[in-house]
């Protein structure tokens, strides 16, 4: 284990099970569709990736990279786009793939962002979901993993842009923080 990590919430064979189980969920809900994944970077790269490449329906990938607007005590909700699509979803079938759901401003923001292009239809996939922590309703239509309210790490979630690589998520020890603040 990184001497970082405190402790491993779920380890590498538990997320991979639970990748290929969306995937074949993703794969039955979109039979004889060809959806696009909407990657939210940079967390979701690694999920996408694996969730994708377990899926048995023809897709395409596509990315976003956002970042929340200035100060996030203030939650207005809005987030700033630092990448938007390359390609149109006007009729598409979109799954938008993200980390984590938290507070859910990020996922209400692109949902009502993408909904003004008019796909066909969208929903949302997160690997980890904290719905101890929601500040605006949001019920992702998949779910991973519920996760308490712990920062955690591993498998494409960072802090300070590391511990992406890990193929677990852990929870920081907390010297680390204070090390960083
Ligand atoms: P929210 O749902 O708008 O609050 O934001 C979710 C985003 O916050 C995710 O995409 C992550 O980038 C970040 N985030 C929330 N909780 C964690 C965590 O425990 N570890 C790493 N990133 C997190
Ligand atoms: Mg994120």
Do not use: W
């Amino acid at each position: 284990m990184h001497p970082d990590i405190a402790k491993i919430l779920l380890d590498e064979q538990t997320i991979q099970a639970k990748v290929r189980e969306l995937a074949a969920r993703l794969s039955e809900d979109y039979k004889g569709k060809s959806p696009v994944l909407i990657c939210i970077l940079k967390g979701a790269f690694m999920f996408t990736a694996d969730l994708m490449r377990q899926m048995t329906i023809p897709a395409r990938v596509d990315f976003m990279a956002i970042s929340s607007y200035g100060n996030r005590a203030r939650s207005s909700g809005v987030v700033q786009i630092l990448k938007d699509l390359d390609s149109s979803i006007e009729g598409e079938h979109v799954v938008v793939v993200e980390d984590i759901i938290d507070s859910g401003l990020t996922l209400n923001y692109l949902r009502e962002n993408l909904l003004s292009r008019r796909p066909a239809s969208l929903r949302t996939c997160v690997l980890l979901d904290k719905p101890s922590r929601r500040e605006v309703p949001y019920t992702p239509d998949y779910v991973g993993f519920q996760v308490p309210d712990e920062f955690v790490v591993g498998y494409g979630l960072d802090y300070a842009g590391l511990y992406r690589h890990l193929p677990y998520i852990g929870v920081l020890k907390p010297e680390v923080y204070q090390k960083h603040a």
